[in-house]
């Protein structure tokens, strides 16, 4: 007698239509809940984009200075005394078979910097004076901001090339005649000063003589104190394993050994946990924005009775009010995610930008919020859409 | 067309809204329900909106018994077969006339395209075939409650349930309102009003007089139209 009856399907876009209706009538409340979730998707992208271009600008620089640079340097005696190398510790070393390359820098502590003879003698300013071989630059990739290196005039006369950190403590701005400063008592001229050295900082606190003119005015023992080593990649542990003795025969335990590449890397290891850190207050923070949503979505509902209660009288399902309230939930968060992905972009760029890194913004990462703001949406849209769905047409009508 | 059959309906607590309701109308009819605040002719009107479901008793809504329907089913048969007209209008604010008419047809499975045509054909229909473009706020009480009536004649129901459709009007809004129904009465769809006004209910065929839940006098029982 009576035909079956069925509610028709509603098409996708009619739900995505439906479902932007509550955006589009409060859009300060949709743009202030949706700035919840963009703020912790932002703060998640920032941080592991932020993470993984300084990790491509460590592999750059790795990959710039090399990772095949061994560090000798003169340790302890057992009775606790700094011990010495032998004088031609260098020349020893440089007869390993597959050392390509190997220079000396020697401390000399009694010779302490001061950038005139009127500065107090207490005031040494943590600086350093080494006496330097003249191919230290090529074998540590070390640059100069200013001036020159020392050749094989200069070593022999005062002339001094400042590590980076030195000629900002002392105030000298650039290489060149005028530049003087005084070490163990001499006016030594600065003819360059040093980029920061990424593979021996020591060196950015340094004021670097040729050996001569250490061991002439300066009262330098002529012994190294560290030895840095280039040598073949792939048989980098065999090296290493002969280096203590071979830099001092006479006493191998007295030398450390040391990589200066794992160390960089080492502190990246640092930084990666520290991101982890950040990462899990980004995660919260994007958790707090979901909560942001779910409220926004209770409220929604309940003004919105009477709303609910037309749409059930004019055919709606209790079905297609769920689907109504969870693609505005989704469709909240999805706006959420959009924008924290592209402030996070911006971010990182900037950062990046701004120390001068390459920019990396991990494909993953970018897919992986964006899935999560979804999910945030879904979850918390869920809850608010039933209740929207369970609720009675004649109480939600009666609501005026 | 709707058949009620010893319909109650009471409220937990004690209320009862409906107690043992039976009434015919038939198709093409136009029917006043009229009886003072409280006594239960809105839960008559829900419950013959199958917007909700009796206690006790049978609803046959255009010849289906409204308990053996899910509630996809009930949503498919107020969708086709019943417009409901509000008396606060429950218009959309922000969305114009036009596309709050095409709403009223939004779960019919149409193509938007669709959906709008029809929803200016039915503005036409009412007379505001002038006023697509305006928002609810730039419209007169009068103008809205059109605006309504069309969003309940846009799928062309047989049936339309008008629940105090003048009750917030002036009295030459409402005039005008009545006219409109009364139009679409002429046209062959049946119209159940609610109303408390008696000159209103006055002015229709067939009225049904409510009381504490119980229909208390049928001018169609006297007159023997029924």
Not at chain 2, 86 to 104: I, Y
Request: a neutral charge.
């Amino acid at each position: 007698m009576t035909a079956p009856l069925a509610a028709a399907r509603m098409r996708p876009r009619d739900v995505m239509r439906v479902g932007a209706v509550g955006l589009r009538t409060r859009p300060m409340r949709a743009f202030l809940s949706a700035l919840g979730i963009a703020i912790g998707i932002a703060a998640m992208i920032g941080v592991v984009g932020i993470s993984s271009s300084s990790g491509a600008e460590l592999d750059r620089q790795l990959s710039a200075l090399g990772t095949n640079l061994l560090t000798v340097s003169s340790g302890q005696t057992i009775l606790g005394e700094e011990a010495k190398m032998p004088v031609d510790a260098e020349a020893m070393i440089e007869r390993i078979g597959p050392v390509q390359a190997v220079s000396a820098i020697g401390e000399i502590p009694q010779a302490k910097v001061y950038r005139s003879e009127q500065i107090a003698a207490a005031q040494t300013g943590g600086l350093t004076t080494y006496a330097v071989r003249l191919d230290l630059p090529e074998v540590l990739g070390a640059t100069l901001r200013s001036g020159t290196w020392l050749n094989a005039a200069t070593q022999t006369y005062p002339a001094v090339v400042l590590g980076a950190t030195t000629a900002e403590r002392l105030g000298v701005s650039a290489a060149g005649p005028d530049a003087q400063v005084v070490i163990g008592g001499e006016r030594f001229t600065v003819v360059g000063i040093l980029e920061p050295v990424a593979l021996a900082s020591d060196l950015d606190t340094g004021a670097l003589v040729g050996w001569p003119i250490a061991e002439d005015v300066l009262d330098y023992d002529g012994h190294p104190t560290t030895l840095y080593t280039r040598a073949d990649e792939t048989r980098m542990e065999a090296v290493r394993s002969v280096l203590a003795g071979t830099a001092n025969p006479e006493a191998s335990n007295e030398v450390d050994i040391s990589r200066p590449s794992d160390a960089l890397a080492a502190k990246q290891a640092t930084e990666q946990a520290f991101t982890g850190l950040l990462l899990g207050v980004g995660a919260v923070a994007l958790i707090v924005g979901g909560v942001g949503v779910a409220n926004t979505m209770v409220i929604s509902v309940l003004e919105r009775r009477s709303e609910i209660g037309l749409r059930r009288s004019l055919g709606a399902t209790r079905g297609q009010i769920r689907t109504q309230f969870l693609a505005e939930s989704l469709l909240l968060s999805a706006m959420g995610g959009a924008g924290g992905v592209c402030i996070g972009a911006v971010v990182t760029t900037g950062y990046a930008v701004y120390k001068g890194w390459p920019t990396i913004i991990p494909a993953e990462a970018t897919a992986g919020g964006l899935a999560a703001t979804l999910l945030i949406g879904a979850v918390a849209g869920l809850y608010p859409a039933i209740r929207a769905s369970r609720l009675s047409p004649t109480e939600a009508l009666a609501t005026p | 067309m709707i058949s009620l059959t010893d319909v109650s309906k009471s409220y937990p607590g004690g209320v009862t809204a409906l107690a043992s309701v039976s009434l015919e109308i038939r198709r093409g009819e136009l029917v006043a329900i009229v009886g003072p605040s409280g006594s239960g002719k809105s839960t008559m009107l829900n419950t013959i909106g199958t917007l909700d479901r009796p206690s006790g008793g049978t609803v046959r809504i255009d010849g289906y018994d409204v308990s053996k329907l899910s509630d996809n089913q009930l949503s498919a048969l107020r969708g086709t077969r019943i417009g409901f007209v509000f008396q606060h209008f429950h218009l959309a604010a922000k969305v114009s006339a036009l596309d709050n008419v095409a709403d009223g047809l939004l779960y019919s499975g149409l193509p938007l395209s669709e959906r709008r045509r029809r929803a200016r054909a039915a503005l036409d229909r009412v007379g505001l075939g002038h006023r697509i473009d305006h928002e609810p706020h730039e419209l007169s009480g009068g103008e809205r409650q059109r605006v309504a009536i069309a969003r309940a004649v846009a799928g062309d129901p047989p049936l339309v349930l008008a629940d105090e459709p003048t009750g917030a009007l002036d009295s030459v809004s409402g005039a005008g309102v009545m006219e409109l129904l009364h139009d679409l009465h002429g046209s062959g769809t049946t119209i159940v009003i609610i109303t408390h006004d008696r000159e209103i209910a006055g002015s229709l065929p067939r009225q049904v007089r409510m009381r504490d839940g119980r229909i208390v006098a049928d001018s169609a029982a006297l007159t023997g139209v029924a």
